[in-house]
Structure formats: structure tokens, C-alpha cells
């Protein structure tokens, strides 16, 4: 009996859990689908510190994020998202040497589905900022000299710099851009003026990205540092009330949670709109906001318009497909869900592709008990390899082998994601269960 208990909640939480609550209404990704050739994709890796004065190493992280953001801009190119790449470095463990590294630059490349790997170094000696940029091209290995890049200055014009660099990167590129794409870009990389905030706002990022209680409260913290430096930063702003978006959504999950967390959200969204309404990353973080106050066409909408401003984000286009199925599970199938993704011009080699996709073959259950689950086991078990410490591939595969009934399996990928993730709450339920081990000893 409690072993079919823990099945039905394992099965309740496997269909729900991967959607968004809410929306009902079925929406055409063709509308949203770019019409020109594929998107050229590519990857800039963090920048390597030469003259290694740990005080400046958060500009290593500032040339990728920016330089991401900003290129991001121009819909013809695909951009690997740097929540992505942070997950990814740190799975296949390298280390800061490695980043920049051009001889391995082709291998990372493959891993994660780019074309181009930008890797560059910068040296920072009191005022003065020297930056190198080179292009891999990660199917030949090869370096092309032409397209070499070197900008030079003072480091009070950071952001000026940066903004010269990726305009020269898309000259090297011979990639096509708009005037608008340009000035969006320009807008993006300039989003303050004070090289400290823009520190507390990396840094931020950083502790955002690990996704842990403890993080986000050093998160919450920095963003409020990043605003006190420059009370007109809307990407702080962004921050902040994501933060607080991430804890009222799951109050049980981020122990730090409080009760006015959803005001505090609101009202940083709409300072960041008011700032800056261009900003993807802010009408993402809106939508989210929306639906959970159960404000689903708003959500849609806002999510629409994040996906209008940035048609090559892998993470908007998953979170767009996934408002567009949440109430529609018999809609939620692995071909629908493919055919979507090839309309919006997904990178199906992306791991985060990969996870979202194989779990579409576990959702297919709920219409057919015998359904197959073995294609999205294969899609999990390959986005494991490249995700290595991200706990909800185990714990998905898990679902699956408990679905199957296979519960000593099930068993093991809990242990490994307790492992990853000792603290998840939801975890701690299901690996007490006696059904996930021949032996109830075994449960916690």
C-alpha cells in the first residue's frame, strides 16, 4: 500500500512539477519562429585574469556576461546563456586556465552546441585595461588571425570597451544586424555607469546561479549593494526581484522566505520597467511574477514579449513552451514539443534542451501507463553528462524508474542526487519512502 502511495505522488509530482500551474490557452510558436537562416552559435567563455590580482577576478565573468547579454541582441546569433555555461564549466570541472584555453576551447565547444567559442584575456594594471579576444571555430579547431581582436583603455570607460569589443566581434563574425539590435545592445552593455555596482551585480549573478537558500541570501545582498552604488541599475533591479520571486513561489523549498517577498518582487520588476523596458530578463522575471498571482494571460504576455526581444534564448524559449502546455498535459507530447522546438530554432545538442525534451517522454504517461519511457531516459542520461551536479536529472530519472516500477534503480539515482542536493526538502520525502528500496532500512 505505501509503495502505491509513493507511486502516485512520484507520478503527481512528474507531471505538474515540469510545468508552469496555470495557463490554459494553446498559443502558435510559428508566430514567434525566426524566419531567416539558423542563428550562428556561439559561446563566450569567461575571460582569463593575466595579471591574477584576485580583487579584479570578477571581470572575468563581466566581459562573458556582458558580451553574452549584449550580443544576445542581434537574432543572428544564438547565445549560450551564462546560467547555462556556469552550470556546464562547473560540471566538467575546469578551471579558470582552461576557459581561456585554446587548444580545449573546440572540445567545450562540441559539449555544449556551439559553432564559435569566443575566449579572451585582459590585464588590468592600476587604471589601465588591455583586452584580447580570439574566435575558435570549434569544428576545425582553428584560430583565423583576421579575426583577432585587441581593444585598450582606461578601466573608468569599462563598459565603453566592452561595447567596442562586441562591436567588433560581430564585424569579425560577418554576422547581419539591425540598427535596433545595436542600440538594444548598447542599452544592455551600458546599464550603469559604475564599474563597482556592475561588481556587486556579477557577483550577484554568481550566487544566483547556484540556486541554494544560503546563495540567494548572498544574492539578495549584493543586488542590494549593486543599487545603492547606482540606484538606476534596472539589471540589479532584475536581480532583486528574482530573488524574491524564486523564494514566494517556493517558500517551503528557500527556508529564508518571507511574507513580503511578492511586494518586494512587484516593486522591483516595475523599477527595472521603468528604467529600461527592453530588457528581456526583466519581462522573464514579470511573467513569472504574473503567474503565480494566477494572472495567466499577463504571464503569457510578458513571456511573449521576452521571447520578441530575445528569440535565441534557450531558457525564455523553454519557459515559453512550457506557459504554453502547463493546463494542456495531452497536448504535452514529445512530437508537439520537437516541432516547437525546431520553430523556434532551439539547439537540440543544449543539455537544458535535452532535460526539458526527455521529460516529455516521462510526461507522455499520464495519457498511457505502458507508454516508453526509455528515448527520454537516453535524453536525461546524456544531459546528466554534461550537467554532472544538477540534481533534478537524477532525481527525474528516478520518477522514471519508479514509474517503471524498477524501484532499486530508482533507488540509486536518489542516493545521487541527496548527494548533490542533501537539503531539497522534496527529495528528503521521496528517499524516506520504503518503496524506493527492496530494504525499508534503507529509508532515512
Same mark, same amino acid.
Given at each position: 500500500?505505501?509503495?502505491?502511495?509513493?507511486?502516485?505522488?512520484?507520478?503527481?509530482?512528474?507531471?505538474?512539477?515540469?510545468?508552469?500551474?496555470?495557463?490554459?490557452?494553446?498559443?502558435?510558436?510559428?508566430?514567434?519562429?525566426?524566419?531567416?537562416?539558423?542563428?550562428?552559435?556561439?559561446?563566450?567563455?569567461?575571460?582569463?585574469?593575466?595579471?591574477?590580482?584576485?580583487?579584479?577576478?570578477? %571581470?572575468?565573468?563581466?566581459?562573458?556576461?556582458?558580451? $553574452?547579454?549584449?550580443?544576445?541582441? %542581434?537574432?543572428?546569433?544564438?547565445?549560450?546563456?551564462?546560467?547555462?555555461?556556469?552550470?556546464?564549466?562547473?560540471?566538467?570541472?575546469?578551471?579558470?586556465?582552461?576557459?581561456?584555453?585554446?587548444?580545449?576551447?573546440?572540445? %567545450?565547444?562540441?559539449?555544449?552546441?556551439?559553432?564559435?567559442?569566443?575566449?579572451?584575456?585582459?590585464?588590468?594594471?592600476?587604471?589601465?585595461?588591455?583586452?584580447?579576444?580570439?574566435?575558435?571555430?570549434?569544428?576545425?579547431?582553428?584560430?583565423?588571425?583576421?579575426?583577432?581582436?585587441?581593444?585598450?583603455?582606461?578601466?573608468?570607460? %569599462?563598459?565603453?570597451?566592452?561595447?567596442?569589443?562586441?562591436?567588433?566581434?560581430?564585424? *569579425?563574425?560577418?554576422?547581419?544586424?539591425?540598427?535596433?539590435?545595436?542600440?538594444?545592445?548598447?542599452?544592455?552593455?551600458?546599464?550603469?555607469?559604475?564599474?563597482?555596482?556592475?561588481?556587486?551585480?556579477?557577483?550577484?549573478?554568481?550566487?544566483?546561479?547556484?540556486?541554494?537558500?544560503?546563495?540567494?541570501?548572498?544574492?539578495?545582498?549584493?543586488? *542590494?549593494?549593486? #543599487?545603492?552604488?547606482?540606484?538606476?541599475?534596472?539589471?540589479?533591479?532584475?536581480?532583486?526581484?528574482?530573488? @524574491?520571486?524564486?523564494?514566494?513561489?517556493?517558500?517551503?523549498?528557500?527556508?529564508?522566505?518571507?511574507?513580503?517577498?511578492?511586494?518586494?518582487?512587484?516593486?522591483?520588476?516595475?523599477?527595472?520597467?521603468?528604467?529600461?523596458?527592453?530588457?528581456?530578463?526583466?519581462?522573464?522575471?514579470?511573467?513569472?511574477?504574473?503567474?503565480?498571482?494566477?494572472?495567466?494571460?499577463?504571464?503569457? *504576455?510578458?513571456?511573449? !514579449?521576452?521571447?520578441?526581444?530575445?528569440?535565441?534564448? $534557450?531558457?525564455?524559449?523553454?519557459? @515559453?513552451?512550457?506557459?504554453? @502546455?502547463?493546463?494542456?498535459?495531452?497536448?504535452?507530447?514529445?512530437?508537439?514539443?520537437? !516541432?516547437?522546438?525546431?520553430?523556434?530554432?532551439?539547439?537540440?545538442?543544449?543539455?537544458?534542451?535535452?532535460?526539458?525534451?526527455?521529460?516529455?517522454?516521462?510526461?507522455?504517461?499520464?495519457?498511457?501507463?505502458?507508454?516508453?519511457?526509455?528515448?527520454?531516459?537516453?535524453?536525461?542520461?546524456?544531459?546528466?553528462?554534461?550537467? !554532472?551536479?544538477?540534481?533534478? #536529472?537524477?532525481?527525474?530519472?528516478?520518477?522514471?524508474? $519508479?514509474?517503471?516500477?524498477?524501484?532499486?534503480?530508482?533507488?540509486?539515482?536518489?542516493?545521487?542526487?541527496?548527494?548533490?542536493?542533501?537539503?531539497?526538502?522534496?527529495?528528503?520525502?521521496?528517499?524516506?519512502?520504503?518503496?524506493?528500496?527492496?530494504?525499508?532500512?534503507?529509508?532515512?
Amino acid at each position: 500500500m505505501k509503495q502505491n502511495i509513493y507511486f502516485f505522488f512520484l507520478l503527481f509530482f512528474l507531471l505538474h512539477g515540469i510545468f508552469w500551474i496555470g495557463q490554459g490557452r494553446i498559443y502558435d510558436a510559428s508566430t514567434l519562429a525566426q524566419t531567416s537562416t539558423n542563428p550562428l552559435r556561439i559561446v563566450v567563455l569567461p575571460f582569463k585574469n593575466i595579471t591574477q590580482n584576485p580583487q579584479d577576478n570578477w %571581470l572575468s565573468e563581466s566581459f562573458s556576461e556582458n558580451l $553574452t547579454m549584449g550580443l544576445a541582441q %542581434l537574432h543572428s546569433l544564438r547565445v549560450l546563456e551564462r546560467s547555462q555555461l556556469q552550470n556546464l564549466l562547473q560540471e566538467q570541472a575546469l578551471s579558470q586556465t582552461l576557459h581561456a584555453d585554446e587548444k580545449t576551447a573546440p572540445q %567545450l565547444g562540441k559539449v555544449i552546441g556551439a559553432q564559435i567559442v569566443v575566449i579572451g584575456n585582459f590585464q588590468k594594471i592600476e587604471d589601465h585595461l588591455l583586452i584580447n579576444v580570439k574566435l575558435v571555430n570549434v569544428e576545425t579547431g582553428e584560430i583565423n588571425t583576421a579575426t583577432l581582436t585587441q581593444i585598450k583603455g582606461s578601466f573608468k570607460q %569599462l563598459f565603453e570597451l566592452q561595447e567596442q569589443l562586441a562591436q567588433q566581434l560581430i564585424q *569579425k563574425l560577418q554576422v547581419i544586424e539591425t540598427q535596433q539590435e545595436l542600440e538594444n545592445l548598447s542599452g544592455v552593455m551600458k546599464s550603469t555607469a559604475s564599474p563597482k555596482a556592475h561588481e556587486f551585480y556579477i557577483k550577484g549573478k554568481e550566487m544566483l546561479y547556484r540556486g541554494t537558500d544560503t546563495h540567494l541570501q548572498e544574492a539578495l545582498k549584493l543586488f *542590494k549593494q549593486a #543599487i545603492e552604488e547606482d540606484p538606476k541599475y534596472p539589471l540589479a533591479y532584475t536581480g532583486l526581484a528574482e530573488v @524574491y520571486t524564486i523564494r514566494f513561489r517556493n517558500p517551503s523549498t528557500f527556508l529564508s522566505s518571507q511574507s513580503d517577498d511578492r511586494e518586494h518582487a512587484e516593486k522591483n520588476i516595475q523599477k527595472a520597467m521603468e528604467l529600461n523596458p527592453y530588457l528581456p530578463q526583466t519581462y522573464r522575471v514579470q511573467a513569472l511574477i504574473y503567474h503565480a498571482k494566477k494572472e495567466h494571460e499577463l504571464a503569457f *504576455k510578458a513571456m511573449q !514579449k521576452a521571447l520578441e526581444l530575445s528569440p535565441n534564448s $534557450t531558457e525564455i524559449i523553454l519557459d @515559453y513552451i512550457g506557459f504554453k @502546455y502547463e493546463k494542456q498535459l495531452h497536448m504535452f507530447t514529445s512530437e508537439n514539443i520537437k !516541432k516547437d522546438l525546431e520553430q523556434l530554432k532551439a539547439n537540440f545538442d543544449d543539455p537544458w534542451v535535452k532535460f526539458f525534451l526527455g521529460s516529455t517522454y516521462f510526461a507522455q504517461i499520464a495519457n498511457d501507463l505502458n507508454a516508453d519511457l526509455t528515448p527520454g531516459i537516453e535524453l536525461m542520461l546524456e544531459a546528466r553528462e554534461q550537467l !554532472k551536479n544538477y540534481p533534478f #536529472i537524477p532525481f527525474n530519472l528516478a520518477l522514471a524508474y $519508479t514509474l517503471r516500477r524498477d524501484f532499486e534503480k530508482a533507488r540509486t539515482f536518489l542516493d545521487e542526487t541527496l548527494a548533490i542536493d542533501p537539503e531539497n526538502y522534496i527529495i528528503l520525502f521521496m528517499v524516506s519512502g520504503p518503496m524506493l528500496g527492496s530494504d525499508p532500512n534503507k529509508a532515512l
